[in-house]
């Protein structure tokens, strides 16, 4: 049974496209922060026992190892990796300034991610293999007081790029989300924040917000996971070093 590394498994996107890739036949290996919400995902998934999770700091190479190791990585044939997990907010520099670890978990993290799954990939006998990064809406636009969050996602559009080159003769392919507001955990506090700031409530200013998007909604995390479905697909083999727009019109190319 062909495996996917999922990486960000225990919430939102993450978790929501396990239960989509369990569905469609997949077996899994959920990784995540927090071993509570990894085994919440797992027991969602269809067929529980054909995957694993389990905790690690995607920043630590050595953790992420120790990981994979522990999820039995060398019995399974693994076949692509979501590289999803992340963190948001502002940063501001000075005392506090969170620059480093929003870089260090959603660039950093990415990299040591890909880096120590890809000898697994080239081993698998599938035609084509698929590594697909979550970067965002923002990394193709500013937003003040985002300079770390939107940096780091800028940065996983220049990794997509060159791996998609670098890999391209391997049959593994590279692409990278750029979704806009999914109705996630880290969006309502994105939304908080700003209704805070402005002293009105959340739904204000959700309406607000959702004013500057053309379908005026949040994407649903059952609309990432349908779509990494098709991108991680063996129907998929010509799609690669994109940056795949799921925004509900916000950014227009």
């Known amino acids: 049974m062909k495996t996917i590394i999922i990486t960000g498994a225990g919430t939102g996107m993450g978790a929501a496209t396990a239960v989509?890739?369990?569905?469609?036949?997949?077996?899994?290996?959920l990784i995540g922060r927090r071993q509570d919400k990894l085994?919440?995902?797992?027991?969602?998934?269809?067929?529980?026992?054909?995957?694993?999770?389990?905790?690690?700091?995607?920043?630590?190479p050595e953790s992420f190892k120790a990981a994979l190791n522990k999820a039995n990585v060398h019995d399974r044939e693994i076949y692509g990796l979501f590289a999803n997990a992340g963190i948001g907010g502002e940063n501001a520099y000075g005392e506090g300034d969170r620059w480093s670890q929003i870089m260090d978990i959603n660039l950093n993290g990415t990299y040591i991610s890909i880096m120590e799954t890809l000898p697994y990939l080239r081993k698998s006998s599938a035609p084509f293999k698929h590594i697909l990064i979550t970067s965002s809406c923002l990394a193709r636009f500013g937003v003040p007081n985002y300079t770390a969050y939107c940096?780091?996602?800028?940065?996983?559009?220049?990794?997509?790029?060159?791996?998609?080159?670098?890999?391209?003769?391997?049959?593994?392919?590279?692409?990278?989300?750029?979704?806009?507001?999914?109705?996630?955990?880290?969006?309502q506090q994105g939304i908080q924040l700003l209704a805070d700031r402005g002293n009105r409530p959340y739904e204000d200013e959700y309406k607000d917000q959702m004013g500057y998007v053309p379908l005026g909604r949040m994407s649903d995390p059952s609309d990432i996971a349908t779509f990494v479905d098709f991108?991680?697909?063996?129907k998929q083999t010509s799609i690669t070093g994109q940056g795949l727009d799921i925004n509900n019109g916000s950014w227009m190319q």
Do not use: F
């Open 20 to 29: 989509q890739l369990a569905k469609s036949g997949y077996a899994l290996i």
């Open 39 to 60: 085994d919440q995902t797992l027991q969602a998934c269809d067929n529980p026992s054909a995957h694993a999770a389990v905790s690690a700091d995607i920043t630590d």
């Open 151 to 187: 940096t780091s996602k800028a940065g996983l559009l220049g990794l997509t790029r060159s791996l998609a080159v670098e890999l391209a003769s391997e049959r593994i392919l590279v692409n990278a989300l750029t979704p806009g507001w999914v109705e996630t955990e880290m969006a």
């Open 231 to 234: 991108l991680m697909s063996e």
